[in-house]
């Protein structure tokens, strides 16, 4: 069963908004070095929404040869046109893929019957295991755990789901109600501090865009929380909650989580696709003054 820290990994892009496949190899070996157990590629804050087909095609048959068996990797198939989401599944699948992770529909509102149509018609047309995402702030509306726990018991490659939820009470709910009949299925945080309470309640880990920049530290978390080691937990819970103040620095938080990480020591560039601006000067040195304070990285002006 997929368990522990895994990253959604942001997506590298040149100064032209082209894939950066050198960047992108840096930034998955850092990760896999940081001890992380398994790396989501094109989800949200891999900017799946922002990519073409082709384009996304090319950075799958990538990262999979580049990860190379290292970790198990996760590829963010969702969309709101099913012949295309089945479409990219498979073809991930084809490639290597160890899993699809599977956004619901977003623009509309959709009721339980048409969510199920939906999944179902993924599952019944993919043989790689799939993950659902339930990410509600996004698609309007909140996967009912009941439905979760039909689709479960009837379609066997639907293994797990990423709970994007900021309560921790719906996550529960979805522990409590589908892993209870369903042992296997891994039920995942998609907010970063709400991960040792995720495990805590049952669940299965982390999938949280702040593994980008603190992959060692949220495997140390989990190996502390695993070794009942609670002073190590603490520490580390207090890291978290310094690096959540990232995520408010701009609305659109991607560029502020690829400035976080190139400040961290890599050669990239913090570009985001068309339409998403660059991050302003003041934005820039209050993500820096955020890892300064995690000691992430070293006050410069302290050394003088």
Do not use: W
């Not at 998955?28 to 992380?36: F, K, T």
């Not at 198939?77 to 699948?93: H, K, S």
């Not at 018609?121 to 993919?126: F, I, L, M, R, S």
Request: charged share 20%; proline share 4%; net charge neutral.
């Amino acid at each position: 069963m997929l368990k522990g820290v895994i990253t959604p990994v942001i997506t590298i892009l040149n100064e032209e908004r082209n894939l950066d496949f050198k960047g992108n190899e840096e930034v998955i070996n850092s990760l896999i070095s940081g001890g992380v157990n398994g790396l989501l590629f094109l989800g949200s804050i891999g900017e799946f929404f922002a990519l073409t087909m082709e384009e996304k095609k090319k950075f799958i048959s990538f990262v999979i040869k580049t990860v190379n068996r290292r970790v198990p990797v996760l590829i963010g198939t969702g969309g709101t046109v099913v012949e295309e989401v089945i479409e990219l599944t498979n073809f991930a699948y084809g490639q290597g893929a160890d899993y699809a992770v599977v956004i619901s529909p977003y623009y509309f509102k959709l009721n339980d019957e048409s969510l199920y149509n939906y999944f179902s018609e993924v599952a019944k047309n993919t043989k790689l295991p799939l993950i659902l995402y339930n990410f509600p702030d996004r698609t309007a509306v909140n996967i009912n755990p009941k439905l979760v726990l039909k689709l479960a018991k009837e379609f066997k490659n639907i293994v797990g789901i990423k709970d994007t939820v900021d309560n921790i009470s719906h996550t529960r709910q979805l522990i409590d109600t589908v892993k209870s009949q369903v042992k296997d299925f891994a039920v995942f945080s998609g907010f970063d501090e709400y991960f040792i309470p995720n495990l805590l309640s049952g669940g299965n880990g982390l999938i949280g865009g702040l593994t980008n920049i603190a992959p060692g530290e949220f495997a140390k978390l989990y190996k502390a929380y695993n070794d009942k080691d609670f002073n190590t937990v603490e520490k580390l819970q207090l890291l978290v909650n310094v690096l959540m103040n990232i995520y408010t620095v701009s609305d659109f938080f991607i560029p502020a989580i690829k400035t976080a990480k190139m400040l961290s020591g890599y050669n990239i560039k913090p570009v985001c696709k068309s339409p998403a601006s660059s991050l302003s000067e003041s934005q820039v040195e209050e993500i820096k003054e955020i890892l300064i304070r995690g000691k992430l990285i070293v006050n410069e002006s302290s050394l003088l």
